[in-house]
């Protein structure tokens, strides 16, 4: 889906233009939702606990402090946050060192981005040690700039994430487009003032001010970005 529209900077009739795109990662870029629930179980197997299936919606998107402080909590595992934070993360690692898929259409939106020299960021609630490793199979060179969780202060549901890669960028939030996969980052990324493209990978997103749902990120080029900037003032 190459589109053929004005280059970046240009206005428009009906509005201002897309300054920046800023991207998650997990679950939006690489499918790897999953991979992250199925090494918090195996962890707490190993602890001796059971997950239960209920509980994936609450930690899936967060940062990796909520996520394990909650499961803590949740089972009564006898393990300080620390010591579980490295034991999530060298799971994780472990899994993606075998195997990272990309999802559907993010490989051919990165190369669109990179072809029109729109100024691309990763933001991410995961740590830095893990947005290094992914970004060995999704390419550095597709990004401008990569803000990871525990490199911000506050990190999502919080809006400073998308803050921070929109000032980095020097770019205006209300004029960048943010895709994300969860409502955590929704929030973020609204809470910013960015326009949001929601592609649901756990749980449902609704539509509303602001903010496109759609199925997968197939439905979304650079024309489809461009837009959203068109259509909300």
Known sequence: ??????????????????????????GTLVDTEGFWWDVEAEVFAGLGYTLDDSWRHVVVGGPMTRSAGFLIEATGADISLAELTVLLNDGFEERIGRALPLMPGAERLLAELSEHEIPTALV?????????????????????LTVAGDEVPRTKPYPDPYLTAAAGLGADPHRCAVVEDTATGVAAAEAAGCHVVAVPSVAPIAPALRRTVVPSLEQVDLAFLRGLMTHTR
């Open 1 to 26: 889906m190459t589109s053929t529209v004005p280059a970046l900077g240009t206005r428009t009739a009906e509005g201002s233009a897309l300054q920046a795109v800023l991207l998650d990662m997990d």
């Open 124 to 144: 991410s609630a995961s740590h830095r040690r893990i947005i290094d490793r992914v970004l060995t199979s999704l390419g550095a060179h597709h990004f401008a």
